[in-house]
């Protein structure tokens, strides 16, 4: 699936979709910091508030990874960033619906949040409640149905649950 650059916030309506980051866009958003998240957050069409900046900075600031709510709602605080955690469910949603972040549910009340927007699929620890990047070559995946009329299929997430053997 071919990826689309964002609509720059000038272009931004009510209608407008946000789009995904290009992987250029996206490589160029982890080496540098505040100005760079700041122009990252503008193009996604997100107003850079001091809160989302924190967040961006310690969601991209390294390697790509797996977050959920709570883990980095105790990442901030280490990091003396004072932000509700309700704030943080916000800002991951806006994140996501920006295309900077991809959302991961592994049941009804937990999700976690992945920086590597790109398609490929995931291990969930259960034992340690973690999630784990699958190689994409991995998985093969045949037979997907039709989507009903009037709809397209936009990706498939594959979850596989894992545990460890006594």
């Known amino acids: 699936m071919p990826r689309t650059a964002i609509v720059?916030?000038?272009?931004?309506?009510?209608?407008?979709?946000?789009?995904?980051?290009?992987?250029?866009?996206?490589?160029e958003a982890?080496?540098?910091r505040g100005p760079c998240l700041m122009a990252v957050l503008r193009m996604a069409g997100l107003r850079p508030t001091r809160q989302r900046?924190?967040?961006?900075?310690?969601?991209?600031?390294?390697p790509h990874r797996h977050v959920n709510a709570e883990q980095l709602h105790s990442e901030a605080e280490t990091a003396g960033v004072s932000v509700s955690l309700a704030t943080i469910y916000n800002s991951l949603h806006q994140f996501r619906q920006a295309g900077l972040l991809r959302e991961i549910s592994v049941d009804a009340?937990?999700?976690y949040f992945d920086t590597d927007t790109t398609d490929h699929h995931?291990?969930?620890?259960?034992?340690?409640?973690r999630i784990e990047d699958i190689p994409t070559d991995s998985i093969r995946i045949a037979g997907i149905p039709d989507a009903p009329e009037g709809m397209a299929v936009t990706h498939v997430d594959v979850i596989?649950?894992?545990k460890k053997v006594s």
């Open 8 to 27: 720059p916030a000038k272009n931004l309506n009510k209608q407008a979709k946000i789009k995904p980051m290009t992987a250029q866009i996206r490589a």
């Open 30 to 32: 982890h080496p540098s």
């Open 53 to 62: 900046l924190a967040l961006a900075e310690l969601l991209f600031s390294g």
């Open 109 to 111: 009340s937990r999700s």
């Open 122 to 129: 995931h291990f969930f620890v259960e034992d340690e409640q």
């Open 160 to 162: 596989v649950r894992v």
